[in-house]
């Protein structure tokens, strides 16, 4: 039987290490310290006061008492010190403790698993949502425990004194706590709202940013800047509407503070004034009444401290969401211990066996029960109509999308057994939208072997037709581009990419639809230069366009076309 979901409240706790628990504690145990040492303080500040004016003490004693009170203070402020820097302490290693695995869950997802989730969510999560968990962590779970057993302390010795004056304050020290709770109700929901408004709002500046230039083309910035404006301006009203809850809570709670006192007031100087006689008001004295009055409002400080930190816990269960959807996304990367072969150094035999791929939270396989074999050295193109599976099998071949059943074996070696990274140092891949990094032309094409010579790249830059273009830019090779390969265009671009492949020298070359795009001048380089390196490398294309490939050695239909 599975068991039910667990409780956001209930997974963050799960998430204290031993470590931080310990830490937790100790930030704890230094709050009630700081607690027990302004009960102290109060009763030393009740007797000095009785003393001066009642029994006439003498200075001596006067001075030792005010040197105690003295003292109380710093060893207070210690306290209070040591219970802040410890619970912050604690916090921070539980946050790097979860940043650890959402980094790690990330990585196992790859670039499909991340496309599916959401880049800006993903970012949201990792960022905002995750540093949404400090203030739970650091300053909601102590005051917690404090806020249970501070005021408790204080009604023990209140009972001391005065049992009628700590029933008062007995009484009415759980409306605050049922009130902030029917009040801040709705706080979690509001919080988790508003971090998928921030999510939302995350997305849409990073779609508008990446289209930047196109909607300048179009004329469409001034509708963009004001689709903006009016985004932002909600999210700003969802986040009053936080502090709106915030703030209602906190009036709550000092109301009902401020009467539970005023109630030990009036009984206080009634039963010193003589006029109430009920149970042990008769025998209240100056010592006893002003320590009882100056206990009172330590009473509800613990409370109110903690509705100051309830918007932590609204928050921090707010985010707990986003965590948990990003840390339960299934893994699409195939798994690869540590152990096993080195990088591929040869064009290696692909054989695959019975393949079915699904994609996360999709039902219906993208490729279902699919078989093929390539020999070392021999290529394979792809064909087939849209949605047909071409770019899902590419993805598995690249252990980038886990098999649901079926196996991909390089060789005589199944790719999960090859050591992590030896799948990408000996393979390469190029898709119809290449990713250049900002920096010169002649750093992007390092990325494909950083430790080649000036002379091997600008060999791999004349095959890939780079120094075509390159040569009439003022710096050449050593030209800057910037984002999203602005600088070049596509086609260009794409050059650049062929170059980065080539100066690799992989053994292993995947390429999806890789003249997609490309104007006539383009195409044609792209073509003859993967021509020249069959029979190098074992190669695996995908493409609608197959009267490109003549020169291809095999050819699998998917999706039921009949090849070419």
């Known amino acids: 039987m599975q068991a039910p979901p667990q409780s956001d409240s209930r997974w963050l706790f ?26 102290l303080q109060a009763g030393l500040i009740a007797w000095l006061v009785y003393a001066t004016l009642v029994i006439g003490a003498e200075p001596a004693t006067l001075a030792t008492v005010f040197g105690l009170w003295l003292l109380s203070i710093p060893l207070r402020s210690a306290g209070l010190s040591l219970r802040d820097q410890l619970a912050l302490k604690a916090s921070l290693s539980i946050r790097e403790h979860l940043r650890r695995d959402l980094i790690h869950d990330t990585l196992e997802l790859g670039p499909v698993g991340v496309a599916h989730f959401g880049s800006a969510r993903a970012g949201s999560v990792l960022l905002d949502q995750l540093d949404a968990l400090e203030g739970y962590f650091a300053r909601f779970l102590p005051q917690c425990l404090l806020a249970l057993l501070l005021p408790l302390s204080i009604i023990v010795v209140a009972f001391w004194l005065d049992w009628l004056a700590a029933l008062l304050l007995l009484f009415a020290l759980p409306l605050i706590p049922l009130f902030m709770a029917l009040v801040g109700m709705g706080a ?24 930047l230039e196109t909607l300048r083309q179009l004329g469409r910035g001034g509708e963009t800047r004001e689709a903006m404006r009016e985004s932002t301006d909600n999210y700003r009203q969802r986040t009053m509407a936080v502090l709106r809850v915030a703030f209602l809570s906190s009036a709550v709670l000092e109301f009902f503070s401020a009467v539970a ?21 008769g025998d209240l004295t100056l010592f006893s009444g002003l320590f009882v009055l100056l206990l009172a409002p330590d009473v509800f400080a613990p409370l109110r401290e903690l509705a100051q ?49 699904t994609y996360p939270g999709g039902d219906a396989p993208a490729i279902r029960d699919l078989s093929f074999r390539v020999g070392a050295g021999s290529s394979l ?19 980038l999308l886990q ?14 057994e090859y050591a992590p990274g030896s799948i990408e140092s000996g393979s390469a891949w190029l898709g119809q939208n290449p990713r250049l990094l ?53 086609g260009e671009a794409q050059r650049v990419a062929l170059a980065r492949l080539l100066l690799k020298q992989p053994g292993l070359v995947i390429l999806d639809e ?45 999706g039921g076309e009949p090849a070419a």
């Open 14 to 39: 799960s998430r204290i290490t031993p470590t931080s628990r310990r830490l937790l504690l100790l930030a704890t145990g230094g709050g009630l310290v700081a607690g027990w040492l302004g009960i």
């Open 188 to 211: 979690e929901s509001i919080n988790q709202r508003q971090f998928q408004a921030l999510e939302r709002l995350g997305s849409f500046f990073l779609d508008r940013l990446q289209g």
């Open 261 to 281: 006192i005023a109630m030990v007031a009036i009984y206080v100087g009634l039963g010193l004034l003589g006029y109430l006689t009920l149970g042990p008001a």
């Open 309 to 357: 930190h309830y918007h932590d816990r609204a928050a921090a269960l707010g985010a707990a969401r986003g965590l948990r959807d990003l840390l339960d996304q299934p893994a699409t990367v195939v798994a690869r211990p540590s152990k096993g072969l080195g990088a591929i150094r040869q064009a290696p035999e692909v054989r695959v066996n019975g393949l079915t791929v």
């Open 381 to 399: 193109l792809l064909t087939g109509p849209s949605g047909a599976g071409k770019t899902s099998v590419l993805l598995a071949l690249l252990g």
């Open 403 to 416: 098999p649901r059943e079926g196996t991909i074996l390089l060789g005589a070696h199944r790719i999960a």
């Open 438 to 490: 900002p920096g010169s032309l002649r750093d992007n094409i390092l990325l494909g072997r950083p430790d080649a010579s000036t002379d091997a790249v600008t060999d791999a830059a004349a095959r890939a037709g780079v120094l075509r273009f390159a040569d009439s830019l003022p710096d050449g090779l050593d030209t800057v581009i910037g984002e999203r390969s602005a600088g070049i265009s596509g």
């Open 514 to 558: 890789p003249t997609a795009r490309l104007d006539p001048e383009s195409r044609a380089i792209m073509l003859a230069t993967l021509e020249t390196l069959a029979g190098q490398c074992t190669m695996i294309v995908a493409s609608h366009n197959p009267e490109q490939f003549a020169w291809i050695d095999q050819r699998l239909a998917l």
